[in-house]
């Protein structure tokens, strides 16, 4: 190393992207977040020249988004505080429309038992919808379902 350089150790890194079918890597946006973090560390007086890269680490893990499906036990001590519904749904996939129904028509006694909702789970449009229904469909479910109160 000539005379009157030193090196250091610096480390950079970006925020998490969302890669998909839709939307790609835009690797120049990588580049310009890198490059601004840069900017910023030479802007306090450093002086420094980045000259290379040694080590480029690139994490990638598979994304899944948040869903509901059918019914999961309450832990004890959390049923202890009788703040909320659980609506037993073992034979389905539409604890969504059950959480819907139980808040329109609360059942009088033991909420969390199915059978309070079921004579009402044809006023409810949910033609078009998948079960479990991902959270992306909510907004098609409340198009579907806007009521007059």
């Not at 006023?123 to 579907?144: G, H, R, Y």
């Amino acid at each position: 190393m000539p005379e009157g350089q030193q090196r250091i150790l610096r480390y950079f890194a970006t925020p998490i992207y969302d890669v998909d079918d839709t939307q790609d890597l835009d690797l120049q946006q990588v580049a310009d977040h890198l490059s601004k973090q840069l900017d910023d560390f030479n802007r306090h007086g450093s002086g420094f020249v980045l000259d290379r890269i040694t080590k480029l680490t690139l994490c990638i893990v598979q994304y899944r988004p948040l869903h509901g499906s059918s019914y999961i036990a309450t832990p004890p001590w959390l049923a202890k505080k009788q703040s909320f519904v659980n609506i037993k749904n073992t034979s389905d996939s539409k604890c969504f429309i059950w959480s819907v129904l139980a808040a329109l028509h609360p059942g009088a006694h033991d909420p969390n038992r199915l059978s309070n909702y079921k004579p009402h789970e044809d006023t409810l449009n949910t033609s078009c919808l998948t079960f479990p229904m991902p959270v992306k469909d909510i907004p098609k479910f409340e198009k579907q379902n806007i009521y007059q109160r």
